[in-house]
């Protein structure tokens, strides 16, 4: 079983709040990742990280900021959130160099 | 660019019916391929990858893959699907930058 932790796992906020969204892992894993996930459409990359102190932004432009203070921990913040926020964040990490990534549960973020 | 296509995007089948679940994937470089597993309000689970070696890959649950070069596909089948295989699955593709590019997904639904 994957030691992957993302909370909050559900998430109702208003307009123009600020949120992190968090992401841990024991695995030791240098590489992590963040996607954002729409129903019917594919996982998206917003950003990721190679270690400690890198990050990179995704495919898919993105509002939110990315830290990696920890190898363990990848927060991901929206400074104000707006409806179109709205979607499942997935974290996930990965030793790197075409190994398999493990995710976490998600976290379903709603903006109203 | 690398990206990846899965041209179902539903797929019902009759429990103990075989099932097929396309992928094809586009890249200029060499490629790795993986298939993961969503079941309802959870993360991504690997079910089977393709690094190098043989071209059919399987899983421990009955699924197989097979990567074939020339049609750039790596088609998911089961000979037999059971009622807790009802979920979606991604098709991912990893080259060159190492970051992993997913499909659109492709729900299959097992009907008693």
């Known amino acids: 079983e994957a030691d992957i932790y993302q909370t909050p796992r559900y998430l109702v906020i208003g307009t123009g709040k600020k949120i992190t969204l968090e992401c841990s892992q024991t695995?030791?894993?240098?590489?992590m990742y963040w996607y954002q996930q729409d129903p019917g459409m594919e996982l998206h990359l917003i950003h990721y990280?190679?270690?400690?102190?890198?990050?990179e932004k995704g495919d898919l432009s993105s509002e939110s900021t990315v830290s990696r203070i920890r190898t363990e921990h990848f927060p991901l913040t929206l400074e104000s959130a707006r409806p179109s926020h709205t979607s499942q964040y997935l974290c996930?990490?990965?030793?790197?160099?075409?190994?398999?990534?493990?995710f976490g549960q998600g976290t379903r973020l709603t903006v109203v | 660019a690398q990206s990846v296509t899965q041209l179902d995007s539903q797929v019902p089948v009759f429990e103990e019916a075989p099932v097929e679940l396309r992928c094809n994937y586009s890249?200029?470089?060499?490629?790795?391929l993986f298939w993961y597993v969503q079941y309802p309000n959870q993360g991504l689970q690997l079910l089977l990858k393709?690094?190098?070696?043989?071209?059919l890959v399987e899983s421990i649950n009955g699924f197989e893959a097979e990567f074939n070069k020339s049609q750039t596909s790596f088609h998911l089948r089961k000979p037999s699907v059971h009622i807790s295989d009802t979920a979606e699955y991604f098709c991912?593709?990893?080259?060159?930058?190492?970051?992993?590019?997913f499909g659109t997904g492709t729900r299959l639904t097992v009907i008693p």
């Open positions: 990280s190679y270690g400690v102190n890198s990050t």
């Open positions: 890249s200029s470089v060499s490629v790795y």
């Open positions: 695995m030791g894993h240098d590489k």
């Open positions: 393709y690094l190098s070696g043989s071209t």
């Open positions: 991912a593709v990893e080259a060159g930058a190492n970051n992993l590019f």
């Open positions: 996930a990490s990965s030793r790197g160099g075409y190994t398999e990534a493990f």
